[in-house]
């Protein structure tokens, strides 16, 4: 089977973000076949429609490591019941100018980890409306709402005993939803 690239983006900036340990960890649960990059978007400017006909490089940057990947994973914590201010910023940079969106087509997966009960669930919710309109086919199942607790990841930095069968799944079926919609 031919290797396949996937782009991360990680809708948190925080140094110690249980959702870029999440990330990280997650990318060592692939099959050998998957390479993985994450897309920064903390230097992306305030995204401002004005710029539409004159894009930062950041966000030219942001386009087209979202165009080399055959697909994509989000991995958001929950701010206020919605996703992150920065992650809207990147989705809507890379969505314009009109006609020229770079997520489009794009098979997507979303995992969160909040400290809050709902593990993201809100956020994640928000996020499936927003990829729709992108037009991004987005895996339904299994959904991923993780709660930081104890033991969520080892001392290496790897899923926890608890978790470690869910998400090794979770990824396993992301890859097949993938495969299926670059076919
Ligand atoms: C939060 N947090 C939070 N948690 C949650 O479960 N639901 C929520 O609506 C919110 N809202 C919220 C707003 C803002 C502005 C902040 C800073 C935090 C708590 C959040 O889950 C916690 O800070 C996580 O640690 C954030 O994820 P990272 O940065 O660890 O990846």
New binding site residues.
């Given amino acids: 089977m031919s290797q396949i690239h996937i782009a991360i983006i ?5 140094q ?7 990330a990280k960890a997650l990318t060592k649960l692939a099959p050998a076949d998957v390479t993985f990059k994450q897309i920064q978007i903390g230097d992306l400017p305030l995204y401002n429609q004005d710029d539409d006909t004159n894009q930062a490089d950041s966000v030219t940057r942001l386009k087209a490591e979202i165009l080399a990947a055959h697909g994509l994973i989000f ?8 996703i ?1 201010g920065v992650l809207k910023n990147a989705i809507d940079h890379a969505s314009r100018p009109y006609g020229q969106s770079a997520w489009s087509g794009k098979p997507a997966g979303i995992l969160g ?8 669930a ?2 994640q919710q928000h996020l499936r409306n927003i990829l729709a309109y992108l037009d991004m086919p987005t895996m339904g199942q299994p959904e991923a709402f993780i709660h ?1 607790k104890e033991g969520l990841f080892d001392q290496d930095g790897n899923i926890g005993e608890a978790s470690n069968q869910f998400i090794q799944s979770w990824m396993s079926l992301y890859v097949t939803w993938v495969r299926k919609h670059i076919a």
């Fill in positions: 990680v809708g948190s900036l925080r110690d973000s249980f959702n870029l340990k999440l991995v958001s914590p929950e701010y206020n019941r919605s992150s980890v909040s400290v809050g009960a709902i593990g993201t809100m956020a930081a």
